[in-house]
C-alpha cells in the first residue's frame, strides 16, 4: 500500500488506541512487522496542546517512519491547526478520527459521531488537507448505526477532499465493540472508491487476517485489540500472508526479552510513576493464560517503583525460561505455582490463548477456533 510518497510494507497497520499504542508500543510492533503504527489520538482543542498527555502522545523521537500522528476533534480550524502543530513535531501522515465511540471524544461531537453530519466531514477534511502538506488520512466507523450505515458516502467526500486512506472499523458507532465487525460494508467501499481502504476489526490471528483480506479486497489490515500482550502478531500475520506457514509463537527466551524489554521502555518513557501504571496493562496481557502469570500480575501491580516492578519481571521471567529449559530435557517438568513451561512447550500458540480484555475478544477468538477445526 502507497500513502503519498510512502510505501507501507507490509500493509499490516496498528491501530490508534489511546491509552495503548504509545511510542513504546508502536515500536514495538513496527520491530515485529507491522508496516506502519497509528499513534494515540491527540485532542485538536488548543487548550490542551500544553499539557503532558500531548506532550508524551505527540513525542515521536526515534520512531520509524512513516510517522502517523491521528489527530480528534469537531472544529475545522482547530483540527488545521493541531494537523500543523502535530507536523512540527514530526508527523509524516496524519490520521482524522471519526471512529472513536467513547462517550468523552462523542460528546463533543468528536470521534464517530462526526458520521452523522456528513457536510462538517467534508468541511474538516478540506480544512485539514489544506492545511498541511503531508497525507491525510481517515479512519471511520461503517456508519453511526445500523439503519445509517453511510461509510460509502464518507468514502467518496473523503476521496473528494483528497484524503489518501481510509481505514473502516467495520461496525457502527451504536454498536460500540458488540457482536463482530462485518466486513460487507469495507468490501462496498474498496470496490467504490480509488484511494488505498484498510480494513478494522477483530483481526485476532494470521488466518482471520486471510479471510478478511479476501472477504474485502482491502489493501491493508489494521489491528488493535489483537496485538495486546502480542506485538509478533504482525510478524505472524505477515509471514502467513507470504508463506501459508504458521509461525510457532514465541519461546520462553524470546517471550522474557520481549516483556523485559517493553517494560523497560515503557519505563524510560514515562518515568515514575506513570510508567510503572502503564506497565500494570501490558505486563497483565502479556500473561494472560499462562499458566502461574497471575503470580507476577499481582507482583507488578503492587509493585510501587519501577525498580521492584523491574525486579518482578526479571526474576519471573528467568524462572520461566529455567522451567522452559527443564521441561526440555526433564518430562515431567513445569506446572505448579510458578511459571512454567507453557510458552516453551508452544501452550500460548496463536488462537489457543485466552484473551486479556472486556471487548468481547475471548469469545469471538473461541468462534474463529471453531469455524477453523
Ligand atoms: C483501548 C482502545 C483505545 C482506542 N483508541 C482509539 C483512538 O484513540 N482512535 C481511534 O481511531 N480508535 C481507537 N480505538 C479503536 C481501534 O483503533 C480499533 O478501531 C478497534 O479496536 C477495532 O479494531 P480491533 O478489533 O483490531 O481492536 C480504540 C480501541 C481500544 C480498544
Given at each position: 500500500m502507497r500513502i503519498g510518497p510512502h510505501d507501507i510494507s507490509p500493509a499490516l497497520v496498528v491501530a490508534p488506541m489511546a491509552g495503548v499504542t504509545d511510542r513504546p508500543f508502536r515500536a514495538l510492533?513496527?520491530?515485529?512487522?507491522?508496516?506502519?503504527?497509528?499513534?494515540?489520538?491527540?485532542?485538536?482543542?488548543?487548550?490542551?496542546?500544553?499539557?503532558?498527555?500531548?506532550?508524551?502522545?505527540?513525542?515521536?523521537?526515534g520512531e520509524p517512519g512513516p510517522v502517523v500522528a491521528q489527530i480528534a476533534g469537531a472544529q475545522p480550524q482547530w483540527l488545521a491547526d493541531a494537523a500543523r502543530f502535530n507536523v512540527k513535531r514530526g508527523a509524516q501522515i496524519i490520521d482524522i478520527n471519526m471512529g472513536c465511540p467513547a462517550k468523552k471524544v462523542c460528546n463533543l461531537a468528536a470521534g464517530s459521531?462526526?458520521?452523522?453530519?456528513?457536510?462538517?466531514?467534508?468541511?474538516?477534511?478540506?480544512?485539514?488537507?489544506?492545511?498541511?502538506?503531508?497525507?491525510?488520512?481517515?479512519?471511520?466507523?461503517?456508519?453511526?448505526?445500523?439503519?445509517?450505515?453511510?461509510?460509502?458516502?464518507?468514502?467518496?467526500?473523503?476521496?473528494?477532499?483528497?484524503?489518501?486512506?481510509l481505514t473502516i472499523h467495520g461496525r457502527t458507532r451504536a454498536d460500540?465493540?458488540?457482536?463482530?465487525?462485518?466486513?460487507?460494508?469495507?468490501?462496498?467501499?474498496?470496490?467504490?472508491?480509488?484511494?488505498?481502504?484498510?480494513?478494522?476489526?477483530?483481526?485476532?490471528?494470521?488466518?482471520?487476517?486471510?479471510?478478511?483480506?479476501?472477504a474485502t479486497g482491502a489493501d491493508a489490515l489494521m489491528i488493535g485489540r489483537g496485538a495486546f500482550g502480542r506485538p509478533w502478531l504482525f510478524r505472524e500475520i505477515a509471514h502467513f500472508l507470504a508463506t501459508g506457514?504458521?509461525?510457532?509463537?514465541?519461546?520462553?527466551?524470546?517471550?522474557?526479552?520481549?516483556?523485559?524489554?517493553?517494560?523497560?521502555?515503557?519505563?524510560?518513557?514515562?518515568?515514575?510513576?506513570?510508567?510503572?501504571?502503564?506497565?500494570?496493562?501490558?505486563?497483565?496481557w502479556y500473561v494472560h493464560g499462562i499458566a502461574g502469570g497471575e503470580q507476577l500480575r499481582e507482583q507488578v501491580n503492587a509493585a510501587q517503583c519501577a525498580a521492584s516492578q523491574m525486579a518482578a519481571v526479571e526474576a519471573w521471567c528467568a524462572l520461566l525460561r529455567a522451567k522452559a529449559a527443564a521441561a526440555r530435557t526433564i518430562p515431567d517438568a513445569g506446572g505448579g505455582n510458578g511459571p512454567d513451561a507453557a510458552i516453551g512447550a508452544g501452550l500460548c500458540a496463536t488462537g489457543a490463548r485466552p484473551v486479556y480484555n472486556n471487548h468481547g475478544m475471548a469469545a469471538r477468538r473461541a468462534r474463529t477456533r471453531a469455524e477453523e477445526t
Open positions: 510492533c513496527r520491530q515485529f512487522g507491522a508496516g506502519m503504527a497509528v499513534s494515540e489520538m491527540v485532542s485538536a482543542d488548543p487548550r490542551l496542546r500544553a499539557s503532558a498527555k500531548t506532550r508524551q502522545r505527540t513525542d515521536h523521537e459521531a462526526l458520521l452523522r453530519d456528513e457536510a462538517l466531514v467534508a468541511r474538516i477534511l478540506e480544512a485539514v488537507v489544506a492545511a498541511v502538506d503531508v497525507p491525510v488520512t481517515l479512519k471511520i466507523r461503517t456508519g453511526w448505526d445500523r439503519s445509517t450505515r453511510n461509510a460509502l458516502t464518507v468514502a467518496r467526500i473523503a476521496q473528494d477532499c483528497g484524503i489518501q486512506a460500540a465493540f458488540d457482536g463482530e465487525a462485518e466486513y460487507d460494508t469495507i468490501a462496498a467501499v474498496k470496490a467504490a472508491v480509488r484511494i488505498p481502504v484498510i480494513a478494522n476489526g477483530d483481526i485476532t490471528d494470521a488466518r482471520r487476517a486471510r479471510a478478511v483480506l479476501a506457514e504458521l509461525l510457532p509463537p514465541p519461546d520462553a527466551a524470546q517471550w522474557s526479552t520481549v516483556v523485559v524489554e517493553h517494560v523497560r521502555a515503557m519505563h524510560a518513557f514515562y518515568g515514575e510513576p506513570t510508567g510503572v501504571r502503564v506497565a500494570r496493562k501490558h505486563v497483565g
